[in-house]
Every structure is written in C-alpha cells, then in structure tokens.
T-cell receptor, first 113, second 114 residues
Framework: DAGITQSPRHKVTETGTPVTLRCHQT?????MYWYRQDPGHGLRLIHY???????DKGEVSDGYSVSRSKTEDFLLTLESATSSQTSVYFC????????????FGPGTRLTVT | AQSVTQLDSQVPVFEEAPVELRCNYS??????LFWYVQYPNQGLQLLLK??????LVKGINGFEAEFNKSQTSFHLRKPSVHISDTAEYFC????????????FGTGTQLKVEL
C-alpha cells in the first residue's frame, strides 16, 4: 500500500463546469502523475510533477491543468468540463532509484453530462 | 517517444492451462518494461518489471516475463492459470532517462474459464 488516496471517487458534472480532482500521498514521494483510462486506449499520461510547483505536460494535457503546492497533494483541474473528458482518472507516485516502480491510486470515475 | 502494442485485446483460457500475453514495444532509446494487472473496479497493481540484468523476470502470483531486445518484446507468461487471474493486463514502457513516465499498451483482458 503506497498510501495514495483520491477524492472524490465518483463525480457527475455538467458540461462547462469546473472540476478539481485531488490526489494525496502519505509517503513524501517526489514524482506524481495523473493518467486517464479509456476503453481501447489503456492509460494515457495527462500531467506529471517532479516536485513542489514543478509540473510538465503529458500526452493528453489539452483541457487540463495541475497544481502542486505541497509534496503530498497533486490537483488536477478541468477548467470547463466536456463530455470527452468522461473517464476514469488515476493518480500515481513513483519510487525512483533501484526500485523504480509506480504505484496507482484507486481512481476517480468522472462523468460529464 | 515510445509506443506499446498489445495485439490481443481478449484471451480466453481454461483453468490450469498455460497462458502467454504478448507485448511489443517501439523506442529509439533504452527502456524499462513493466506489466500491471487491473482487477474490476480497482487501480493498477505492478506484476513485474525489467530494469536490467537477467532477461527473465519473475513477478507476483506466479507470472514471469522475458525481455527480448532483438524482437522488442516483453511477453507475459504463466504456466497454469487460476480463475482468480481473470483481469485486465497492461504492458508499459518508460525510457531510462528519468521521470518514469509510462506509456501503456491498450490492455489484454484475460478470462479464465472452468
């Protein structure tokens, strides 16, 4: 158990509304990631962070922004949700060095109507 | 940039039979390779990884995979599957340059039948 929680776990929202998803870790890992999972696409990287206030874009970053003001929290914001952003969102943390593994949170199921 | 191909979207197999899930990757740089398993309505769990060294790696739940650099493959195998192995399996790759950004395949649904 890598101590990763995501909130909310489920959310239904309307097109055009802002949405923020939260990822919280308890083990002080430097690297954190946001992925989305869609049928037929596997998981795709949205944004990642390599430290407080240090973030970068992933493969599918359009329409998303992130913030990391504390080591333990990584926020994903949809400024104006669209139906194409209906997905399951996973947060992950990475242990680097010799172990070099990535651990995933339980996911947030977001539906945009 | 890397890419991962999992040609089999679904693999049905009878319990106690062997299974192989195929994974091929494309990359212009050195890579690390991973297999993850996802049970229904859960997050992803790491099965095994290849970073360096022996090309045959063993993971949890009796799974193993072999890295073949010439064929750019990292196929997952289990000699005898159990009904509890029914899940979706994802192959993933990252470059060795740092950051551990994973590129995933589209997944293979393994269905074990009695």
């Amino acid at each position: 158990d890598a101590g990763i929680t995501q909130s909310p776990r489920h959310k239904v929202t309307e097109t055009g509304t802002p949405v923020t998803l939260r990822c919280h870790q308890t083990e002080n890992h430097r690297y954190m990631y946001w992925y989305r999972q869609d049928p037929g696409h596997g998981l795709r990287l949205i944004h990642y962070s390599y430290g407080v206030k240090d973030t970068d874009k992933g493969e599918v970053s359009d329409g998303y922004s992130v913030s990391r003001s504390k080591t333990e929290d990584f926020l994903l914001t949809l400024e104006s949700a669209t139906s194409s952003q209906t997905s399951v969102y996973f947060c992950a943390i990475a242990t680097l060095g010799e172990s070099y593994e990535q651990y995933f949170g339980p996911g947030t199921r977001l539906t945009v109507t | 940039a890397q890419s991962v191909t999992q040609l089999d979207s679904q693999v049905p197999v009878f319990e106690e039979a062997p299974v192989e899930l195929r994974c091929n990757y494309s990359s212009s740089v050195s890579v690390y390779l991973f297999w993850y398993v996802q049970y229904p309505n859960q997050g992803l769990q790491l099965l095994l990884k290849y970073l360096s060294g022996s090309t045959l790696v063993k993971g949890i739940n009796g799974f193993e995979a072999e890295f073949n650099k010439s064929q750019t493959s990292f196929h997952l195998r289990k000699p005898s599957v159990h009904i509890s192995d029914t899940a979706e399996y994802f192959c993933a790759v990252s470059d060795t340059g740092g950051g551990n950004k994973l590129t995933f395949g589209t997944g293979t649904q393994l269905k074990v039948e009695l």
